[in-house]
């Protein structure tokens, strides 16, 4: 493992084992791209990284007969915030929200929860219990979609329930993990009738 990464162990549990890597102030926090309203319709992009507002545009010519190279500005985040004339182009082609949203990380104010990988914040949950996995769902959008992940709710039935029969297991894979946690027993003993049923009706 190369210095500067943190390795997840998972040992038990089926959520991946996880390498993250810190590799310096390049990697961005933000970055946006797309094409300047008329009436240049050059080709922009805006990235945002831990120290700099990295600022690109390509011309686009209506002849291929000359090198046209691509401009660049970059700036430290200090300067970026009192640099109306980039902040009033950046609006121009991407709208005011990108704007505060660069002014907001530039002035520090970073989100780095939501900013880790999916399957970390996955591996975080895990480690929750019921009541706060639930809780944390209503936080955001994107905590909804982990707290509802197929693969977190497998880790916790297994955590709070004995041994799976391979009827629930293929229960649970058709119906998915979270709607089976929350099955009392006989609910479940009676989907798997069903299905056993069905099984010898179609044989």
Request: proline share 4%.
């Amino acid at each position: 493992m190369a210095m500067g990464d943190l390795h997840i162990s998972t040992a038990q549990s089926k959520i991946p084992e996880i390498t993250l890597g810190y590799h310096g102030s390049w990697i961005p926090l933000f970055e946006v791209t797309g094409q300047a309203p008329a009436p240049s319709k050059d080709f922009c992009q805006l990235l945002v990284t831990k120290e700099f507002v990295i600022w690109r545009w390509w011309k686009i010519a209506l002849r291929n007969d000359r090198k046209i190279h691509p401009g660049e500005r970059k700036e430290p985040h200090e300067d970026f915030l009192y640099d109306d004339l980039l902040q009033a182009e950046i609006c121009r082609v991407f709208g005011k929200d990108v704007v505060e949203e660069v002014k907001r990380l530039a002035e520090g104010r970073v989100d780095w929860l939501s900013r880790l990988p999916k399957p970390v914040l996955l591996y975080l949950c895990s480690f929750l219990d019921i009541v706060d996995v639930v809780r944390m769902s209503a936080t955001c959008k994107l905590f909804y979609e982990i707290c509802n992940h197929d693969e977190l709710w497998e880790h916790l039935y297994s955590r709070y329930s004995t041994a799976l029969s391979p009827e629930a297991q293929d229960l649970a894979n058709e119906i998915g993990w979270k709607k089976l946690f929350f099955t009392n027993k006989l609910q479940v003993q009676v989907q798997i009738q069903r299905r056993r049923k069905k099984k010898l009706g179609s044989s």
